[in-house]
């Protein structure tokens, strides 16, 4: 993440019960601050249909979510990202690209989203390739969605909810943004 994102400005940790430590770092370059997890990928992501967790295979992911600066206190996102990070080892699920996530609440005080659309890793941060047998560490990053955006999200696909946001110009770093027109 360094070598991407230069030196984190701030860090904070969060352990819950029966998981392993989950730290989020902040990165600030000029108006844009990336909070991104460390410590998710430390144990692979197992199905949950399996009645043992593989500890060596399995899809492994760190997180990254950027927004603006300066219009919201996005810094109150540092738990609901360690929230999401700690879901493959507390509730047994693999999270990749098209998947939603959702904390229940608004991920920042004033935010109108209380969940994230997981994106394609590969643009911001490069997959970070670990020693055989061991699957890479993707970077996963997370576009906030609005409550309606994540209902039409469930009915009509990940894919859809993207094009919408395109053809809207929607400005998926902007902490205050409205839902895109989905009718």
Do not use: C
């Not at 990165?27 to 991104?36: C, L, P, S």
């Not at 939603?100 to 989203?113: E, K, Q, R």
């Not at 993707?138 to 009915?155: D, G, S, Y």
């Amino acid at each position: 993440m360094r070598s991407a994102l230069g030196e984190p400005d701030a860090r904070a940790s969060v352990t819950f019960l029966g998981t392993d430590r989950i730290e989020v770092l902040r990165f600030t370059e000029g108006d844009i601050v990336r909070y991104a997890t460390l410590g998710m990928s430390a144990q692979p992501m197992s199905d949950p249909a399996s009645m043992l967790a593989d500890p060596v295979a399995g899809p492994r992911a760190e997180l990254v979510l950027s927004v603006r600066t300066g219009v919201a206190d996005t810094d109150k996102v540092l738990r609901p990202l360690a929230v999401l990070a700690a879901s493959p080892q507390v509730e047994g699920v693999i999270v990749a690209p098209g998947a939603s996530l959702d904390v229940g609440d608004p991920l920042w005080p004033g935010a109108p989203f209380t969940s994230v659309l997981v994106a394609e890793p590969g643009g911001l941060v490069e997959d970070l390739e670990l020693d055989a047998p061991l699957d890479p560490v993707r970077f996963l990053p997370l576009l906030p969605m609005t409550p309606n955006e994540a209902a039409f999200k469930r009915v009509h696909g990940a894919q859809a909810l993207q094009e919408r946001w395109l053809t809207g110009g929607t400005d998926l770093r902007d902490p205050v943004r409205r839902s895109v027109a989905l009718d």
